[in-house]
Structures are given as C-alpha cells and as structure tokens.
C-alpha cells in the first residue's frame, strides 16, 4: 500500500515529464494517435488504483507505456476489421513492424525505443499552420488537457477541440509521416520545432501581469520541451542555444516587474534575486558552441542574454563583448530587430551619440517604423543627450504604438520624468 | 502509397497560348522528366482561364467559377508514399520556375479511364 497523496503526485509528476514518452511508444503500437491517446489516458487512470496497492513503480514511465499498449493491443485486436479502413500513421515501414499483418512488437519496457521526435517531428510539420503545430505540440508532446490549451491561447475550448481535431485529420488525410526527417531536411525542420518552443516561451512571457495562468506556465512547458531535445539530438546547436536562451530569460523572470506589476528595466532589477544556477547551466551549454564558433542564432541570442545576465551589477556589464555578439548574431541574421539591439549595445559600449548613429541606420531601413520599441529607444538615447523635445516627441510616438498596459505605463512615466 | 491532386494556379489572365516557345520547351522538358519518375498518374494543361464557364444553380456565367486573381491553369495527379515525398515531387514542378503556383492536396476517390487527350 502506498499513500494515496503520494500516488497522486508520482502520477502529476509521471503526467507532466513523461507524457511524451509513453504516448509515442504508444503511437508505435496503435499508429493512431487518437486511440494511441486513449490508451494513455486510461493507463494513468489505472495507475492511481494500481500504485496505492502495489506501490509506486521504479520506472513509472515504462509501467504506463506497458499498460497503456497492452490496451492497445486488445483494442487493435477485437476490433481488427474495422481498424482496416482506418488511415493509418504513415511510418518507415521497416523500423515500425505495424505492417498489414498487425504483428504486434512485443518490446519489453527497457527496449521501446525512444519516439518522441517523432512525435514532436510530426506536431511541427510546415504542412500544418502554426496555430495548430502549437496547440498539436502542447496538447500531444506535454499532454496538456485541450481546456488548458484554449485558455493559454485565449480562444474557446470548442474552436481549440476543433483546431486539434484538424490537424490530426489532415496528418492522416494528407499522410504528413510519422518520422524525424532526412538528414537534408533536418534543418529546416529543426527550425519550425525550435521556434514553435520559442513562440510558446514568448507568449508567457510577454502575457500581462493579470492574464491566465496558463498563459504563464506556457513558458514551464517550453522549458520542459527545450530540456526534452538535447538528448534526443546531441549534436545540434541550435537545440542547446534554445534551451539556454530559455533559461536564462527565465531566470530573471521573479524581477521583470515590481509589486505593483510596472516593467523594471534590466538596470533596475534586483540581481540577487536572478536564478544563478539556471543562468550557470545556459552559460555551460553555449560554451562549448561559441568557442568552435558554432554558434546559431539562439545559441547567440543566449550568449548575448548570458553576458548580462552574469555581470554581478547592471554597471559591470561587458558592454564591448556584447557589441560583438550582435555583430556575429547580424551577421548571420541581418534583422532590423538585431540591428536595433544592437544599437543599445553600441550605445552603451560607446556613448548615446554612438547609438543614435547606429539608430539612424534601423530607422532608415524603415521597417520597424510601426515598432513602438524603436521609439523608446530613440527617445531615450535623446534624453540622455539632453535633446529632451525630440525625446519627448519619440516617447508619444512609442506610447501611440504600444499595446500592453505594462509597456504603456511604463513609457508614461519616463516621459514624465523628462 | 496515396494519391495527391497537384493544382497549378496562374494569374488569371494569362493563356497557354501565349507561352513563348523556350518556356513551352522548359515546360515540356519538365514534363517528360516528371513522368519518368513514374509518379505521375494524369497530368492536363488548360485552356485560358478567360475561355471558362461556369454553372451555378441553374445560371450559366462566362468566366471561372470564382473571380480571383489566380486560377488553375492545369492539374495532375501523382502517387506518393506520404506529403514529403508528393511535396517533393510538386516542387520539381516545371510550372512553378515560371512563377505559377501549387497547392497539393489528398486525393479522395477517383478514377481515370483509360484513354488519352488532345
């Protein structure tokens, strides 16, 4: 017999880190992921009565893969003729044996091979549009229940249903296969999962103070995906830049607003507050990258947000080495977003004057005309010139574009303090 | 393996006819080596989209069915294992260097006689 509130908990625990795990060794079996879902389902079901009386399993994971494909396996087997009209996962026919014949792989738990990336492959397809590679990834990969989904993205549960109802038809329908791509593929389908995972770290956390909490945990479970792909893909960068990036923004996360919710900038956030060790692990996982120079544009991004995030104060910031990691990051991404970036580096590194020149050159490219960081920026480089009309002008002009009441409230009142 | 619809769309106003010769021979040259691969099930070049007419309920109107800036200008019909592989196939489409169009899509049901055209 075991404590039922430890049950309860090994089984919340077993649902957030290994839901992926055992739906895709799952998949294997049904090559159905609806039924592949219902079997998994069930089986953390079973394992509340299960574990209370044997206790809780060493390896919770393989007990719930174990459970859940032996119901699968019943299932596939009484109701055989009619799966035979069901589209079935198009898979490498000689790694899944699910051929026709339904041999039924008899794997013991410790040899089920490891079939996330398929799985999460698949939820990221560019044949699916990002709105469903989302919702797919969240609801499939964490095993998140489709209510929480639709409130993280603030939609209704029956429009979200329906967006995941799509998109697995069209999986099956259009036959998007079931496997990690080609080597010649993988780069750019490496790219689609990497910014799915960076868009849902990026919707929390740019979600105002006061939205759901879903909202917020998005960046929990874009954090547990980034932790899910290093091992999976060892010797990708960019796999170890994402998750870097991820932690050390998130490290700093408990200062990015005071009491009263209002935007603090970088210089006026409480260091001692800041997750030293997570900014610790994403400096270990770059370091390796930015010395061979094999560094991507997350692996850059994370060095540049490492570099701030390790100077002990806000005035020790190694302004000269961030220059130059928005050099190495424009070079190999020629955005205005990074040009403007970098121009506060420049700035900073070099004086307002310095800066406003960089500036001129992200304004005259003209495409962040509309972006209202752009302005602040501006207006702050002038204020600090003492041009404080024009700056004053930039503030308006940044506040007339801004959306999110923290940013707004913030604007007004460095505008006031002119 | 499955079949897929692939539908070339093309500005609305343009006509096979007016095809220069070394595009007609590109496009051919295309053709042939699709063919060879041996995925290519059916494959039809239309008329211009301004010789169309269309049936609504019982209203007959001249022109496409629907008025837009593109419309099909041809179709062809493929067999693939899976969507990379008749991905791949559409994107070596010899229309698509001419700047058309493509839109693959999952057929349902069909049936070809066994005859050709033109």
Redesign the interface.
């Known amino acids: 017999m075991a404590d039922r509130t430890a049950v309860e908990s090994a089984i919340a625990d077993a649902h957030r880190r290994e839901w992926a795990l055992v739906l895709a060794a799952t998949v294997r079996v049904t090559r159905d992921v609806d039924l592949a879902e219902e079997c998994v389902q069930e089986a953390y079901t079973a394992a509340l009565a299960s574990w209370e009386k044997d206790g809780i399993p060493d390896n919770p994971a393989a007990w719930l893969s174990t459970v859940a494909r032996r119901r699968a396996m019943d299932i596939i087997r009484r109701e055989q003729t009619l799966r035979a009209k069901l589209p079935l996962l198009v898979t490498d026919a000689e790694e899944m044996p699910m051929g026709e014949d339904e041999v039924i792989p008899d794997e013991t738990p410790d040899d089920i091979p490891d079939e996330r990336l398929r799985l999460i492959f698949t939820c990221c397809h560019p044949a699916l549009s990002q709105d469903a590679q989302l919702a797919l990834t969240l609801r499939l990969v964490c095993g998140v229940p489709t209510p929480d989904v639709a409130r993280a993205f603030l939609v209704s549960e029956p429009t979200m249903a329906a967006r995941i109802t799509r998109a697995k038809k069209k999986i099956s329908a259009a036959r998007i296969p079931y496997r990690v791509p080609r080597a010649a593929e993988l780069p750019d389908r490496l790219r689609a999962v990497l910014a799915v995972i960076h868009l849902l770290f990026t919707v929390g956390h740019t979600a105002p103070s006061g939205a759901p909490l879903m909202r917020v945990e998005l960046m929990d479970w874009a954090i547990h995906l980034a932790r899910m792909l290093p091992a999976l893909m060892p010797d990708e960068p960019e796999v170890r830049g994402l998750l870097a990036l991820l932690l050390v923004t998130d490290a700093r996360r408990a200062t990015r607003v005071d009491a009263e919710g209002r935007l603090l900038r970088l210089e006026d956030q409480d260091r001692s507050r800041w997750d030293r060790a997570a900014i610790a692990e994403a400096g270990d996982l770059i370091a390796g990258d930015l010395r061979t120079g094999r560094s991507g544009r997350y692996g850059l991004q994370a060095a540049i947000a490492a570099a701030h995030a390790e100077a002990p104060a806000y005035d020790d910031t190694d302004w000269p080495r961030i220059v130059t990691l928005y050099d190495a990051l424009q070079a190999m991404w020629p955005s205005p977003v990074v040009a403007l970036n970098r121009a506060v580096a420049v700035a900073m590194a070099s004086g307002p004057a310095a800066g406003l020149a960089a500036l001129a050159a992200v304004e005259a490219d003209g495409r962040l005309t509309g972006y209202h960081y752009l302005h602040a920026v501006k207006a702050d480089l002038l204020g600090r010139l003492d041009r404080t009309r024009e700056a004053a002008a930039a503030y308006e002009q940044a506040l007339s574009l801004a959306d999110n009441e923290t940013e707004r409230a913030f604007l007004a009142a460095r505008l006031a303090e002119l | 393996m499955?079949e897929y619809a692939i539908l070339i769309y093309t500005p609305a106003s343009a006509d096979p006819a007016e095809i220069t010769p070394e595009d007609r021979a590109r496009l051919e040259r295309g053709a042939r080596a699709e063919a060879d691969t041996g995925a290519m099930l059916a494959a039809f070049e239309l008329q211009a989209a301004s010789t169309a007419t269309s049936i609504r309920g019982d209203a007959l109107t001249d022109g496409p069915f629907i008025e837009a800036k593109e419309v099909i200008a041809g179709f062809c019909v493929i067999e693939a294992?899976?969507?990379?592989a008749?991905?791949e196939i559409a994107r070596g489409n010899p229309a698509l260097a001419l700047g058309a169009g493509i839109e693959v899509?999952?057929v349902f049901g069909g049936f070809v006689a066994g005859r050709s055209t033109g």
């Open positions: 499955a294992p899976d969507l990379d008749a991905l899509r999952p």
